[in-house]
């Protein structure tokens, strides 16, 4: 499987010429050619994470692509056919196994509503939190992208939240708010985290890849 960083918080995941897409959102420059999208995964409702610009391209090169979203999203993605997933779902979209995790946004501000967000697991080999935390409790994570950046996070719980879930391999994600020396020393930390568990640190720029 081969998991491919764009800008902020897309993803992109690669197997066997199908594609799951993750988080096409605001901050992310059109995707190009894409290969044989068969899911379409939005972990919370923010435009950071979707926009319809981004869905409507993507179902117009893949028409009837299933999109799997908590329930906010489906309110806010009105005139698109999401389904709607909760924390322990699991869905089988051939050759991809994606399993739910969380429920709730991390917290911003008191002022600022939590809604909802799901984290996804892939093939019980890749896990993506959305903008949380929450942990897939007792699943050995080989490859962890893993929030750097944004208005809700301190890089001390980030690096708390790669010490729970001790990925062999972290990259982090959601970086498009950071200048380059905040990304860095972010990315610096994820790293540290990622060590004491003998995992480590892969710095993915837009466009980069890995496998598993």
Known sequence: MRVTKFEHATLTLV???????????????????????????????????????????????????????????????????????????????????????GGRHAVIHESI????????????????PGDSYAVPKGRPVKLLASPVGAPWLKIGEAMDFVLAVAPRRVFGTHDMTLSVAGRDMGRARLGWAAEQNGGELLALNPGDSTDI
């Open 113 to 128: 509503p939590v809604v909802d967000n799901v984290g996804v697991l892939v093939n019980d080999e890749f896990y993506y």
């Open 15 to 101: 197997d066997t010429g199908s594609t799951v897409v993750i988080d096409p959102g605001s901050f992310t420059a059109p995707l190009g050619e894409l290969e044989g999208v068969v899911a379409i995964v939005i972990t919370h409702e923010h435009p950071d994470h979707w926009t319809p610009d981004h869905l409507d391209r993507i179902l117009q090169a893949f028409p009837g692509t299933p999109i799997f979203a908590p329930d906010g999203v489906s309110k806010a993605a009105e005139g698109y056919d999401v389904t709607i997933v909760h924390p322990g779902d699991v869905v089988d979209v051939e050759p991809f196994r994606l399993e739910f995790f």
